[in-house]
Nanobody, 121 residues
Framework: QVQLVESGGGLVQPGGSLRLSCAAS????????MGWYRQAPGKQRELVAA???????NYGEFVKGRFTISRDNAKNTVYLQMNSLKPEDTALYYC???????????????WGQGTQVTVSS
């Protein structure tokens, strides 16, 4: 059983900052990639940021240098520092963990319940 516990969401004014955290627990063989996706009402889920076991990072185009992803491997925790937040950043943010299955290149995907980020004045 795998559980991803997210925290750090909330209400913030435009231009403000939030730091999201996601701690993974349970039976996970090896974490290949950890990251964050978000989904706003009426929109598809989109990648915000991800970091691999090799410390390669990938950011959504909309971030434009405002967000930074990092991880603590010892704690199986990933963080997302969000600065200069905009109203369009308002969404439900989901933690994601990808883990090798042992079957070729197939990965198991795990998702958190989501933490709400609301950017509004």
């Amino acid at each position: 059983q795998v559980q991803l516990v997210e925290s750090g969401g909330g209400l913030v004014q435009p231009g403000g900052s939030l730091r999201l955290s996601c701690a993974a627990s349970g039976t996970i063989a090896n974490i290949y990639r950890m990251g964050w996706y978000r989904q706003a009402p009426g929109k598809q889920r989109e990648l915000v940021a991800a970091v691999t076991s090799g410390d390669s990072t990938n950011y959504g185009e909309f971030v434009k240098g405002r967000f930074t992803i990092s991880r603590d491997n010892a704690k199986n925790t990933v963080y997302l520092q969000m600065n200069s937040l905009k109203p369009e950043d308002t969404a439900l943010y989901y933690c994601n963990v990808d883990s090798p299955t042992g079957w070729g290149t197939l990965l198991s995907r795990y998702w958190g319940q989501g933490t709400q980020v609301t950017v509004s004045s």
